[in-house]
């Protein structure tokens, strides 16, 4: 059953036309808008989560769903087709269950507010905005267990409720909820911040109406749509062939021991439209690394894609979206079947980034970027202060921005939209631990004629005993490099115990226990490299080897020889260049490191742990 | 006689004004910048507006100036090689910096990373650390420092910056660290986090503490230079300089803190507009100060300009008090295109500058421009007597058929447009600063001024709602009115990170009078008595757990008396409910205090015009039309100069000056006040 709207009001909205410039107007008013949504979810959210590192994402959709400014939607048409039940003004709607809205959110944490906005008694636009809590209960802090068979050990889930019903807030619900969750007051918070954010928008867009008319409004949101359907159309017939490409890429482990999985997709076109399939990608896993994926949200993900990669001037927005067919097998590892473990998927999430990298460059070279959308790697860290409160801390991590046509990839950065990382001494100013080292790892990044950027090293060392989980990947597979460049490093966790025993710890991983004085590596990624590293200026190698970012053995990755004052040696640098040319034969358009065979092979020596085994389903 | 001088160096023309501190007479000049040394200009221009009007060097008592020597140091990328020395294990805070990619999802694939601000192979780490409560973790080895700091020797460093991690609590390594860079490095000035701005979070206070070394060299230059020009001249009053926050600051001041002149020349316009509104009998103004490639807009609240904790020039945010002003790239100069695959109508940010400048102005210009749509629909007149050059309206029109063309409309369509498209961008700008802060704009009054402010304000007002627009007598030296009438200020803060429960308001006020005498202690060192300060306070407060506070204005004597916390917890959540729509049940906390010490406003007064019978047809030039709500409607062309006080226009009309045009809208009366300022209303 379809979500029933009440409108008091049953006129239709009359189609009016919108002159250039009235729509302009309206278009900079909703990019205002979201802007302003933003900023007041971080003014007011608590976790450091979403109020320092921004994983949150607030969307405007036009009376039919569809997003018009936003950029992680559209998820709002799951929800309607799902939502079984009245929809009234004054209804504000909450939930947080992949399976109740098709994978409009993925994951239980990630808590999303839905609000009809209603003028004169007609739906006239949708806000909406989820944000990741620090916790929602269930068997490990931070509400993300690796070992999880069933979601219904991730904590609570919430079915789409009403959270305010004709107006009224429902407290007794979101008392319930918060009961179970170990972080009230912070999830209290930023739930308050997610639903003010929502409030902006619809006042905004009370304002949009009143200056310019409902009729206006409605046909300026229409237009803005088919824009983009005008611009991408011919995007997409100038970019995508008929014949038929594919590309695959990995994640590395379920946490369980198995792996890698394989994330398969192809791409072609039919006519005006584009196919996406992602048949061949491996069936769904036993634990919780499953990506409930929403078709419109991948379509948004390759339009963003494809506008970025070719031509950055487009507005974006659902407009498109039929352009765009998306074909995902049922029970696979990106539409898994309830009730299948879905906590962590930020690693399929993370890797299908690299896979639409791969396929959309793949024909035009001279527009592929490298690898390293490996994921957003997590640390928890928990536990009872000394006087007996308890602390809980979730934090993203960040790893190399893979090389670009357009420059070196950036160091430590992030790839997702808005994140920050959280300062330093905030966290040791709030949490029982000291920070020792928090610098980018020389020679991470792969060589190329653009650098990719080197991941990070951040060192923890804990005072007081805890429980930490990690949420990583890339350990396994390497984030490949392209037209000569080189892959990036992988990553790695090392605790250093305070009686000096060291210990490699896996990349997903709950329940370490900690004490004291323990030291915690948590060594991330670098991204790929971009071209051939043998044309990059030497002078810049060598420029980089005295800012510590390239060490002198690792500019002979670059070809580049330096003296021991760190100048280069022209003459020893031409010989290796023209060394190494001869031997690495022709350039390939990817280079991903050795195959997965051999990697298995390698993987107790290189790593420090045993090799994942080869997943087999009945 | 006791004069003041007020001298603003904008990018093309700096402006001086003259005032006579008891009658608030004034004189006025303008003379071309002089950009590779601006002090030229601004002793040129001196001399000749003091001779002009017999007057001598040593008659001037103050001399109050705005420079943009600091921003355009950034802007340039003319900063000097700054060495920088943090703590082991940090040192890429600048190269990791916070992390941030701009841009949205995939964002990262164009984004172009700028370079750090003080290089990673002039950084260097000490090997020390402070714990996060204030105590030693590892004492700093100094021996093992001195040698780390021989790599700067061959790194040709100009200025040097200590910032260590947690020296927001306990500075003692930071203060060692320096003493060593002042031993090795004797020649170099070396600013100290701590000092600069001592509160939580390493990048933050870094880069601002960077920033503030990056300029230091070439604002010392300057200001040395100046202040012996001046000397020479014969000049025996007092240098100050504006800040970015509005206040004054000595020359000594600026040469150890130049981080706080970024915003230096902007704000001018906003102190400026404080004294005309203050005349003018208006306390809640929205200031639209427009120029040839960007405009800034501010909220001036009962007489208070919005003060916000950062200063942003271009790509660079540091956290130094500053007016809340926003720029939009949009400015007379503002190009209009149409993207071939949206075709949208866009306005800047690209802009044809000073050169080539609008096509208008025949000086090369082929790309249609906001002045050139403002001359086809005939809000500029060609031929009047106060612009210098002649407009060539015809090529503003066929530069303007370009996008008609595009767009499949009328000419005079498309010119309407693009002024419509740039007056929102200045609509959302002005949004910012009222709306997202919780204020309504039909509270506020509206001042437009700069070259192009008096040609936008009244269509501005209409989208604002805010009344009436004030468009003042000059208003292309209205920074330099604000340089001349602003007072003397310094700052100081401090972190206090406690919640309420873990503190008293003796303990507060214990605090706040200990920064207040500090305070008072430093200003009079500037030259201002303590029976002439005024000394005030501001608590940032939030919701445990919150990132942002809310910074709140604090009275001591409530402290002292024992009600300071709790009326400070009243203001918060009144603040809070405002700004965000709710309150929570969480427990408040501390995050810094500050203490500020205000020298005398200056006690100029603004002289009355003479006033007139109320029938403006004395200072009518000519007829004229104007396009305006989609017809060619018939307009009167004005001469300022003759218009007296009491006069009334009917829009639409033309209202021109040397150096500024004012557009009175249909529907719309100007009425000037006593003081010569343009009031226009909606007609009723």
């Known amino acids: ?262 994330i398969h997709c192809s791409m072609w076109r039919e006519g005006d439209k584009v196919i996406l399939d992602f048949e061949g990608t491996d069936p769904q896993s036993a634990s919780s690394i499953n990506f409930y994926l929403n078709e419109n949200m991948f379509k948004m993900f390759f339009g963003i894609y494809m506008i970025m990669v070719f031509d950055p001037q487009i507005l974006f927005n659902d407009g498109f979206y039929p352009l765009v067919d998306v074909r995902i097998p049922e029970g696979s590892l990106l539409k898994p079947k309830f009730p299948a473990a879905l906590s962590c998927r930020t690693h399929a999430l993370g890797r299908i980034f690299d896979v639409l990298g791969g396929l959309l460059g793949q ?136 009686d000096g025993t060291r210990e490699v710890l896996p990349s997903k991983c709950d329940r370490i226990q900690v004490k004291e004085g323990d030291l915690l590596h948590y060594i991330t990624w670098g991204g790929g490299g971009w071209g051939d590293p043998l044309e990059r200026d030497a002078n810049l190698v060598a420029l980089e080897v005295r800012r510590g970012l390239v060490s002198f053995e690792g500019a002979k990755r670059y070809g580049v020889v330096l003296t021991q004052t760190g100048e280069v040696d022209k003459k020893a640098t031409k010989d290796m260049r023209k060394d190494m040319a001869a031997k690495r034969g022709k350039i390939k358009v990817f280079d991903f490191g050795p195959s997965i065979e051999e990697l298995r092979k390698t993987c107790e020596e290189d790593t420090g742990l045993p090799a994942p085994v080869a997943p087999v389903w009945s | 006689m006791s004069y003041r001088l007020g001298v603003d160096v904008g990018g093309t023309f700096t402006d001086l004004l003259i005032i006579h501190d008891e009658t608030g007479e004034t004189y006025q000049a303008k003379v071309p910048t002089t950009p590779h040394d601006p002090a030229i200009a601004v002793i040129e221009g001196a001399k000749k507006l003091c001779t002009a009007h017999g007057l001598k060097a040593t008659d001037i008592d103050l001399f109050l100036h705005g420079t943009t020597i600091a921003t355009n140091t950034i802007l340039e990328g003319k900063g000097c090689r700054v060495g920088l020395i943090v703590t082991e294990g940090f040192r890429q805070v600048l190269q990791v910096a916070r992390a941030f990619v701009p841009g949205g999802l995939a964002g990262w694939i164009i984004w172009p990373k700028p370079e750090p601000l003080a290089p990673l192979e002039c950084t260097v780490e000490a090997p020390e650390r402070m714990g996060a409560d204030g105590k030693v973790v590892r004492p700093l080895d100094e021996e093992a420092l001195r040698k780390n700091l021989q790599a700067l020797k061959n790194e040709g460093v100009e200025a040097l910056t200590v910032c260590l991690m947690n020296s927001y609590i306990n500075p003692a390594h930071e203060k060692q660290v320096a003493k060593i860079c002042a031993e090795e490095f004797p020649d170099l000035p070396v600013s100290i986090s701590f000092e600069i701005l001592p509160e939580m979070q390493e990048y933050e206070r870094t880069l601002t503490t960077v920033a503030n070394s990056a300029v230091r060299p070439r604002v010392s230059s300057y200001v040395r230079n100046l202040s012996k020009e001046l000397k020479d001249w014969g000049m025996r009053g007092k240098l100050n300089l504006l800040r970015s926050d509005g206040g004054l600051m000595s020359t000594e001041k600026a040469e150890q803190a130049p981080v706080n002149l970024l915003m230096s020349g902007p704000a001018g316009g ?125 090529g503003a029109q066929k530069a303007v058929q370009t996008i008609a063309d595009a767009l499949g409309i009328e000419v005079m369509e498309a010119a309407a447009g693009i002024i419509d498209i740039v007056n929102e961008n200045m609509f959302g700008a002005l949004r910012l600063v009222s709306i997202q802060q919780g204020y309504d704009p039909r509270d506020f009054a509206l001042m437009g001024f700069g070259g192009a402010g008096p040609l936008h304000a009244n269509a501005i007002g209409r989208l604002m709602q805010s009344w009436p627009v004030i468009i003042p007598p000059s208003p292309g030296v209205l920074c330099a009115y604000g340089d001349a009438t602003t007072r003397m200020r310094v700052e100081t803060a401090r972190s206090f990170n406690k919640q309420f429960k873990d503190t008293s308001d003796a303990e507060l006020a214990d605090i706040m009078d200990k920064m207040g005498k500090e305070v ?93 019978d109320g029938n403006a047809a004395r200072a009518k030039i000519r007829d004229h039309l104007v396009y305006m709500d989609g017809q060619e409607r018939e307009a009167v062309i004005y001469d300022r100069r003759n218009l007296l006080a009491g006069d009334t226009i009917k829009g639409p009309a033309i209202i021109t000056e040397m150096d500024s045009t004012t557009l009175v809208l249909l529907g719309h009366v100007a009425k000037i006040d006593s003081f010569g300022n343009i009031l226009i209303t909606p007609e009723e």
Not at chain 1, 416 to 426: C, D, K, R, V
Not at chain 2, 557 to 581: C, P, Q, V, W, Y
Request: aromatic letters at 10%; charged letters at 25%.
């Open chain 1, 363 to 498: 024909r035009q070279p001279e527009f592929l970027n490298a690898a390293g959308f490996s994921s957003s790697p997590h640390l928890m860290f928990s536990g009872f202060h000394k006087n007996g409160e308890w602390f809980q801390l979730f934090q993203i991590g960040f790893g190399g921005i893979p090389g670009r046509p357009f420059g070196d990839g950036p160091d430590g950065h992030s790839l997702w939209p808005g994140f920050t990382n959280i300062p330093n001494e905030f966290l040791e100013r709030y949490f029982p631990l000291r920070i020792e080292r928090y610098e980018s790892t020389p020679d991470s990044g792969g060589a190329g004629f653009f650098r990719g950027g080197n991941g990070i090293t951040m060192c923890y060392r804990f005072l007081e005993a805890g429980t930490i989980s990690i949420h990583d990947d890339r350990w396994f597979t390497y984030p490949w490099g392209v037209n000569g460049g080189t892959p990036g490093a992988r990553s790695q966790k090392i605790l250093e115990r305070a």
């Open chain 1, 1 to 262: 059953m379809p979500a029933r709207i009440i409108e008091k009001n049953t006129k239709k909205f009359t189609p009016v036309k919108v002159d250039p410039v009235t729509l302009d107007i309206i278009e900079n008013a909703l990019r205002n808008a979201r802007v302003e949504m933003d900023a007041t979810l971080f003014r007011t959210a608590m976790s450091p989560g979403i109020r320092e590192q921004g994983d949150a994402f607030p969307l405007i959709a036009d009376h039919k769903g569809r997003m018009v400014v936003g950029q992680f939607g559209s998820f709002i048409d799951g929800f309607l087709k799902a939502y079984d039940g009245d929809l009234e003004e004054g209804d504000v709607i909450w939930l947080a269950d992949p399976y109740t809205c098709e994978g409009a959110v993925s994951h239980a944490n990630d808590w999303l507010i839905l609000m009809p906005v209603f003028i004169s008694g007609r739906l006239i636009s949708w806000a909406a905005m989820f944000g990741h809590m620090t916790d929602i209960g269930g068997k490990v802090p931070g509400s993300l267990p690796t070992d999880a068979v069933s979601i219904f050990e991730e904590g609570i889930r919430i079915p789409p409720v009403k959270i305010y019903k004709k107006g009224e807030y429902q407290k007794d619900l979101v008392d319930l909820v918060m009961h179970q969750v170990r972080m009230p007051e912070w999830c209290r918070s930023d739930l308050n911040a997610i639903i003010a954010s929502c409030r902006m928008a619809e006042r905004r867009v009370h304002e949009m109406c009143e200056r310019f008319g409902e009729d206006v409004y409605v046909s300026a949101t229409e237009e803005l749509l088919e824009r983009n359907y005008r611009a991408m159309k011919q995007l997409i017939h100038t970019t995508v062939a008929e014949e038929k490409i594919s590309f695959t890429d990995y994640v590395c482990d379920d946490g369980m021991g198995f792996g890698p999985y394989k």
């Open chain 2, 520 to 612: 008072a202690t430093e200003l009079a060192g500037e030259g201002v008595p303590k029976s002439d300060q005024e000394i005030t306070f501001e608590l940032d407060i939030r919701y445990q757990g919150q990132a942002f506070e809310v910074p709140l204005a604090a009275d001591l004597s409530l402290f002292k008396a024992g009600k300071g916390i709790k009326e400070i917890a009243r203001a918060f959540n009144a603040e809070h409910k405002r700004l965000f729509t709710f309150n929570l049940d969480t427990s408040l906390e501390f995050v810094n205090l500050r203490a500020v010490a205000l020298g005398k406003p200056a006690n100029v007064s603004s002289p009355e015009i003479k006033k007139g």
């Open chain 2, 270 to 394: 906003v102190a400026g507009a404080v004294w005309v509104a203050k005349h003018a009998g208006f306390n809640n103004i929205l200031t639209l100060d427009m120029g040839g490639t960007s405009t800034d807009v501010a909220l001036i609240e009962n007489g208070q300009p919005r003060l916000k904790r950062e200063t942003t020039v271009s790509d660079l945010t540091v956290r130094v008090s500053s007016l809340d002003i926003r720029t939009v790239g949009a400015g007379g100069g503002s190009i209009a295109h149409v993207p071939e695959l949206t075709k949208a109508l866009r306005v800047g940010p690209e802009s044809a500058g000073a050169d080539p400048g609008p096509v208008a102005y025949k000086q090369g210009g082929t790309s249609p421009t906001v002045t050139d749509a403002n001359v086809v629909l005939g809000n500029l007149p060609e031929g009047l007597l106060g612009g210098k050059m002649k407009l060539d309206r015809t």
